[in-house]
């Protein structure tokens, strides 16, 4: 009589082992980048393909004995060799249901399958053996798939090269976590995309040979949700943080000295206390840590007062005012009104203009946009113009730069009076060919210009009001003139990043108005008689657009 060996795999873990033997077989490199990145452009997947082939597809399984397995899996056309010992998916499945390590017997085994390239790849087998008390781990295992995953194998690692390749990944799917395996001398680097429409993409692993723990480190702290969900919620902290170091000016004391004595007796601080401020700043990259004290990074010596695009007066404002008014972003979001006016009792132009100092800082910070001014006398052809019109021209400093680069052109800088009043120092060196006009814009602009400038004016208001503004330009402006229209746009797919989809929170909050994209800045110029006739990038995440009147290039 011939013994018979109960089968050790289930099977609807043999049916597992099969589909995934057979996108083994059906893929190759190319087709496995394009499935599981598709949004990553071409020559990106390229470049990964050439630097991290498709290596495995693996998965895990649940047998209740490791006796027969071998051969079980044999029979079903698997050849594996011996099994060598899991560290990384035994400590996570050790964590996800709270069982000792110890307590886990977990191996690996790999099977040869070649891809469709002709390529050899395997079918790696994480093997855990699952008595009746563990069972409930197998059923949640085989439900979510959370070992499941896809290879690319790394033949020629170094740190370099798997932190390039290890950002690139991450910028398009999750970190989840890794480890280094010391019985193979492997670091493992997971991914993962939770909502893939195909659940054979939703989790990669990035393998190298040798062991990294600087990049590990970095991944497992990328990891953690509640981490970056800490650096999220602790984000007003870096703001006041920031702005604390402008009011002390302790910016403009690093330009001379480092020693933390020295700047706490300048700045009349505790020493302990700024040594901690300084900490914190270094964390945000305002300051650096050096053998002697703490010098300013470049980020940092933006914060200077008497530096050229000195953004000292921005944080003053994101510290003080607009701070304050952030605080009340909830009734914003309830509401649709801007939550300034529900702080300071007036709207945001309104209150600038009954205090006087509180509007010098305001227009003092907004020479941080001096960047993206720069850009723009670059990009846009000014050469045939006679008359340039600064509509709300605010301090002067964008007209101020076109004169610079245009000395035949002259200039008329329209705004409200209290604007003109800051203005007219920036502009005093232009005294002799540049005009100073108080008006309403909702009501005339000047005639006679051939350019017509509008500078982050449209995003303080809402559609009806822009509405007006560009109506009263195209009626204001002469035949043949042309409008630029410098803003930031809200691109037109989620999640890109951008400086505009924060800044559209900040209008709604702040001033009642908004961030747009491309196609509404069009439908809005339309519907005033002008056509976009070209888009052009600026630094900052700023574009300038370019409109003539319709019918009338």
Same mark, same amino acid.
């Given at each position: 009589?011939?013994? %018979? ?25 190319? !087709? ?36 027969? /397995? ?28 709270? &069982? ?39 059923? $949640?295992?085989?439900?979510? @798939? ?7 194998? &790394? ?83 870096? %703001? ?20 933390? @004595?020295?700047?706490?007796?300048? =700045? ?8 901690? /401020?300084?900490?914190?700043? *270094? ?46 972003? =909830?009734?914003?979001?309830? =509401? ?9 009792? *007036? ?12 509007? $010098? ?12 001014? *720069?850009?723009? %006398?670059? #990009? ?31 200039? &008329? ?57 560009? !109506?009263?330009? *195209? ?10 229209? #410098? ?31 491309? !196609? ?14 070209? &888009? ?18």
């Amino acid at each position: 009589m011939t013994a %018979t060996l109960a089968p050790a795999l289930a099977p609807e873990d043999l049916d597992r082992l099969t589909t995934a033997r057979d996108l083994v077989r059906t893929s190759d490199t190319a !087709s496995v980048l394009a499935a599981a990145l598709p949004s990553l452009p071409a020559a990106e997947r390229a470049a990964l393909a050439a630097h991290a082939p498709f290596s495995h597809v693996g998965l895990l399984v649940f047998p209740s004995t490791l006796d027969g /397995l071998g051969e079980e899996l044999a029979r079903h056309g698997l050849e594996t060799g011996l099994m060598s010992h899991s560290v990384v998916v035994r400590e996570r499945i050790a964590r996800r249901y709270g &069982v000792p390590a110890v307590d886990l017997t977990v191996g690996i085994l790999r099977a040869p399958v070649t891809d469709h390239a002709g390529r050899p790849c395997a079918l790696e087998i994480f093997v855990l053996v699952t008595p009746p008390d563990l069972a409930h781990i197998a059923a $949640d295992e085989r439900r979510h @798939g959370h070992e499941d995953h896809f290879a690319l194998a &790394v033949p020629r690692a170094d740190p370099i090269v798997l932190d390039g390749l290890r950002a690139a990944i991450a910028g398009q799917l999750r970190p989840d976590g890794g480890g280094y395996n010391g019985h193979e001398d492997a670091t493992v680097l997971y991914f993962r995309d939770a909502h893939h429409p195909a659940p054979a993409y939703r989790r990669l692993e990035l393998l190298c040979a040798g062991e990294f723990p600087r990049v590990l480190a970095a991944h497992q702290r990328d990891s953690e949700p509640g981490t970056e969900l800490l650096g999220l919620l602790t984000g007003a902290w870096a %703001t006041q943080a920031v702005s604390t170091a402008v009011e002390l000016r302790l910016p403009d004391h690093l330009a001379t000295t480092a020693d933390l @004595g020295v700047l706490a007796a300048a =700045t009349g601080t505790d020493h302990e206390s700024l040594g901690r /401020l300084l900490r914190y700043l *270094a964390t945000l990259g305002v300051v650096r840590a050096t053998a002697a004290g703490y010098v300013l990074t470049e980020v940092g010596a933006l914060l200077r007062s008497d530096v050229e695009g000195s953004m000292s007066a921005l944080a003053l404002m994101y510290g003080g005012p607009f701070y304050r008014s952030f605080a009340a972003l =909830t009734d914003a979001v309830r =509401t649709g009104e801007e939550s300034f006016a529900k702080v300071f009792g *007036a709207h945001h132009f309104a209150h600038l203009a009954a205090n006087p100092d509180l509007a $010098d800082l305001f227009h003092r910070s907004m020479a941080a946009s001096n960047a993206m001014f *720069a850009e723009l %006398t670059r #990009v846009a052809d000014f050469s045939a113009a006679r008359v340039v019109v600064d509509v709300a021209g605010g301090n002067g400093a964008l007209l101020s730069r076109v004169l610079d680069a245009h000395p035949a052109t002259t200039g &008329v800088l329209m705004d409200r009076p209290e604007a003109l009043a800051v203005a007219g120092p920036a502009l005093a060196k232009h005294a002799t060919r540049c005009t100073l006009v108080a008006g309403d814009f909702t009501e005339a602009v000047p005639g006679g210009g051939d350019v017509y400038l509008l500078s982050r004016v449209l995003h303080d208001w809402d559609d009806e009001r822009c509405h007006t503004i560009l !109506s009263t330009c *195209a009626s204001g402006m002469p035949d043949g003139a042309e409008l630029l229209i #410098v803003e930031r746009l809200l691109p037109a797919e989620s999640g890109t990043a951008s400086l505009a989809v924060p800044w559209d929170i900040h209008m709604l909050c702040n001033v009642g108005g908004r961030e747009r994209t491309e !196609s509404h800045y069009r439908a809005l110029l339309a519907g005033a008689g002008f056509e976009l006739t070209g &888009v052009r990038p600026l630094a900052l995440d700023a574009y300038v657009l370019r409109a003539v009147r319709t019918g009338r290039r």
